[in-house]
């Protein structure tokens, strides 16, 4: 899954609990025209893009029976969800999607 782009990183709140760290925009970009699914992996529970202690844009995938904390995680800040599979895409993450294939023109 994710061949080298991702960190999981435990939960601040709930012991055990993990979200995946990914840290390739095309990856997020794939999940998010393909509402919350990479290609060979289950559908994801949620979407998020925050900046990390070390001033660097991430984004965070939680799965299907994980704890959603992200706004409460001292790691992560200025988080915006991109996506959830409640809700769908967001305005954000319609944006992030624009911005990649204006890129790749």
Known sequence: MFAGCIRVLPSSI??????????SKEIIVTMLENDGVY???????????????????VWAVYWPNMYNDIYYSPYCHDVIELWSKGGGL????????????????
């Open 14 to 23: 709930v012991p055990g609990n993990k979200m995946s760290t990914i840290e």
């Open 39 to 57: 290609p060979g992996d289950p559908q994801c529970e949620s979407i998020y893009q925050y900046t990390s202690d070390w001033d660097v844009i």
């Open 90 to 105: 967001t305005q954000t993450g319609k944006d992030l999607i624009m911005k990649s294939i204006e890129e790749i023109k």
